[in-house]
């Protein structure tokens, strides 16, 4: 069964940070372009950031980049989501998700391009 878990969520104060894992069942995630999507309430999903399966370096939104780090972990078949210097805005349900790509270079911005989803994971910045 493929099967996508989030975790590492929580309540964090501005500036603090978390570490996202997305943990993968059922399938290999280096075979998968990940992307990492948020979305807030009352607001659309979007994408934070999003990597090929070339191990090239991950695409960042603006507004994350410089704080938020994309890695992954062939061992453990787990991508992870490094957020630092959080802010209120960074509040959102989390959630990754999975494509085998056309390319080894291709990763995509839009939620409609992933076939694989997890349920997310709550992240709330506030002192």
């Known amino acids: 069964q493929v099967q996508l878990v989030e975790s590492g969520g929580g309540l964090v104060q501005p500036g603090g940070s978390l570490r996202l894992s997305c943990a993968a069942s059922g399938f290999t995630l280096d075979d998968y372009a990940i992307g990492w999507f948020r979305q807030a309430p009352g607001k659309e999903r979007e994408v934070v950031s999003c990597?090929?399966?070339?191990?090239?370096?991950?695409y960042y939104e603006d507004f994350v980049k410089g704080r938020f780090t994309f890695s992954r972990d062939k061992s453990s078949n787990t991508v992870t989501l490094r957020m630092n210097s959080l802010k209120p805005e960074d509040t959102a349900v989390y959630y990754c998700?999975?494509?085998?790509?056309?390319?080894?270079?291709?990763?995509?911005?839009?939620?409609?391009?992933?076939?694989?989803w997890g349920r997310g994971t709550q992240v709330t910045v506030s002192s």
């Open positions: 990597a090929s399966t070339s191990y090239s370096s991950p």
């Open positions: 998700a999975a494509v085998v790509p056309p390319s080894p270079y291709v990763c995509y911005g839009g939620a409609n391009d992933y076939d694989y």
